[in-house]
């Protein structure tokens, strides 16, 4: 089934990745791919291409009898499946976190059109870290992952650890406990002993964490008895992806993996050749400012977190409360961090984690926090209503005069719902239908609380 993906696969990596190839396409594209060995019909599989990446083009072939990209979807919308059911309704226990977690992701498509129209982001509530800093230093690494500092290794008291945690994890948030990453500002095979934290993963949650690895080149017999080892039903569900920094890495990669060996891990393309957007956070605003005026254009501002809720770092024994953020001189590396605990056990870090969640995921708007409006939104007031803007999408509030009054107040200073209706003497009623349109631009990430 789908015996054309390795190789449309190939070709648009390869289209994405090296603008030699590129060029070859547009000069020569039936003798390029004849060199290269790739069987495909050179004039489909460029239009498969351009479709696929968003770019309008007169069809030979309309988009439904064109067998290339309806085998690539079909490929993808497995993968893709995977992800969606680790995040589903029924993943989250009766916990109060889930409404919060689908508030922060409208939050986010709010604020950045290229999170809303990309169809792959979610956010996770626990992601782990099994290192501390990361060894490969990336230079457009979105989170400005620190240098590297050690290892957690798989002691007997670490492994006992680590368990009782993960089952602590899925005990209090549900199946979704299970959802997310092992790593998230370090690589995950600078530790030696990743692979048995997975597999313990795997058998506590019965999920398998997906792992990006920007070093496939230099070990790939390891990873390969990992790829056996997770086998092909997790392979399918995109439990690895290659993060690709050079032209000459993807060669590499490309001479040391086969074609149906690359078939299920998706390339990450972060070298400057490529036509892929940077995003404007972490060490990626200093290569944005090396590259100067004529590289502005490579780069997209929005973040590349995948954590809305915890990041534990087994290292040190932190629980960092986060939050994803649109990037900004406030929040560079695209997230911020509500509250950093520590942990000594599992009992500790059970507790903890049951705090931290009650104290910051919040799915009603509080009345005692502070109120603001969302950096990202653009306030209009019109004769009948409020209108209130992100990027590209909005919403309209009837107006009344205990609202309008609560907006205005609220935009000149962060102030508590309960400071809110002791200015405006709304009580009862008018207090109530106040609060009902706060909540309604809370849940949509216009109204935020500190």
């Not at 680590?162 to 370090?186: D, F, N, Q």
């Not at 790939?220 to 056996?228: F, G, L, Q, T, V």
């Not at 036509?275 to 501002?301: D, H, P, V, W």
Request: hydrophobic residues 35%; glycine residues 6%; aromatic residues 10%.
């Amino acid at each position: 089934m789908h015996a054309d993906v390795p190789y449309i696969k190939y070709f648009m990596e390869n289209y994405i990745v090296d603008p030699s190839f590129r060029e070859q396409l547009r000069t020569r594209p039936r003798e390029t791919l004849q060199e290269r060995g790739v069987p495909l019909d050179a004039d489909l599989a460029l239009e498969t291409c351009d479709i696929l990446l968003g770019r309008e083009r007169k069809l030979r072939v309309p988009k439904e009898q064109n067998r290339y990209l309806q085998e690539y979807r079909a490929h993808q919308r497995e993968a893709m499946e995977g992800y969606e059911a680790r995040i589903a309704d029924d993943a989250y226990a009766d916990c109060g976190i889930r409404l919060w977690s689908r508030q922060v992701h409208k939050r986010c498509r709010m604020e950045s059109r290229q999170i809303r129209n990309h169809g792959a982001v979610y956010y996770y509530p626990l992601v782990f870290e099994l290192s501390d800093g990361c060894s490969v230093q990336c230079p457009f690494c979105g989170v400005d992952a620190p240098r590297f500092r050690g290892n957690f290794a798989y002691t007997p008291e670490n492994a006992g650890l680590w368990r009782e945690i993960l089952k602590a994890g899925v005990r209090y948030l549900g199946r979704v406990g299970g959802a997310g990453a092992c790593y998230m500002a370090t690589e995950p095979f600078d530790n030696p002993d990743y692979e048995k934290f997975v597999y313990d993963f795997r058998s506590v949650t019965g999920l398998v964490p997906q792992t990006t690895t920007a070093i496939a080149d230099r070990e790939p017999e390891r990873i390969r008895a990992y790829m056996k080892e997770l086998g092909p039903d997790a392979m399918r569900k995109a439990a690895l992806r290659f993060s690709v920094r050079s032209l000459r890495q993807l060669e590499k990669i490309q001479e040391i993996y086969r074609l149906d060996e690359l078939k299920d891990i998706e390339l990450l393309p972060g070298n400057p050749e490529s036509t892929t957007k940077y995003s404007l956070s972490g060490r990626a605003i200093r290569l944005c400012e090396r590259m100067g005026q004529e590289g502005r254009e490579k780069f997209i501002r929005y973040g590349i977190t995948c954590t809305a809720g915890l990041r534990v770092n087994m290292v040190r024994k932190t629980m960092e409360f986060m939050e994803p953020e649109l990037p900004s001189p406030e929040h560079p590396n695209g997230y911020s961090i509500r509250e950093t605990l520590t942990f000594t056990d599992a009992g500790e870090f059970e507790e903890n984690m049951k705090r931290l969640f009650g104290t910051w995921a919040r799915e009603k708007l509080p009345e005692d926090r502070p109120l603001y409006f969302n950096a990202a939104c653009r306030i209009t007031e019109k004769e009948d209503a409020v209108e209130f803007w992100g990027d590209g999408v909005g919403c309209s509030l009837v107006k009344d005069e205990d609202f309008l009054r609560a907006v205005r107040l609220v935009r000149e200073t962060p102030v508590t719902f309960e400071e809110l209706c002791r200015t405006l003497l709304a009580q009862d009623r008018r207090a109530l239908l106040l609060w009902q349109k706060l909540q309604y631009l809370y849940e949509r990430g216009y109204v935020r609380w500190a």
